[in-house]
Nanobody, 122 residues
Framework: HVQLVESGGESVQAGGSLRLSCVAS????????MGWFRQVPGLEREGIGS???????TYADSLKARFTISKDNAENTVYLQMNSLKPEDTTMYYC?????????????????WGQGTQVTVS
């Protein structure tokens, strides 16, 4: 089993930046892709982007200009750098991981999820 723990969420002013972290532990050798998602209560979960085992990233078109995903394999950590933050970016952010060999794109591929970290932009 894989455990994911996000951190870095906080309150920030519009126009500011934040970097979220997601540390994986447990059976990390089982991980294929890692992705970031966000969800406003009452709305569908939105995919932000992903990074695969080779470091190749994908992003939602609406967010790729402001958000960047990277990883540190030695630390089993994935990052989400968010710039030019807007009030509409306020929500819970989650990281997730697929099993090795799974596709990075469909949300249903993600088997492991963190508990989320709250980002508030005002």
């Amino acid at each position: 089993h894989v455990q994911l723990v996000e951190s870095g969420g906080e309150s920030v002013q519009a126009g500011g930046s934040l970097r979220l972290s997601c540390v994986a532990s447990g059976a990390t050798q089982d991980i294929g892709c890692m992705g970031w998602f966000r969800q406003v209560p009452g709305l569908e979960r939105e995919g932000i982007g992903s990074i695969d085992s080779d470091g190749i990233t994908t992003y939602a078109d609406s967010l790729k200009a402001r958000f960047t995903i990277s990883k540190d394999n030695a630390e089993n950590t994935v990052y989400l750098q968010m710039n030019s933050l807007k009030p509409e970016d306020t929500t819970m952010y989650y990281c997730a991981a697929t099993r090795y060999g799974g596709s990075c794109i469909p949300e249903y591929e993600y088997s492991y999820w963190g508990q989320g970290t709250q980002v508030t932009v005002s």
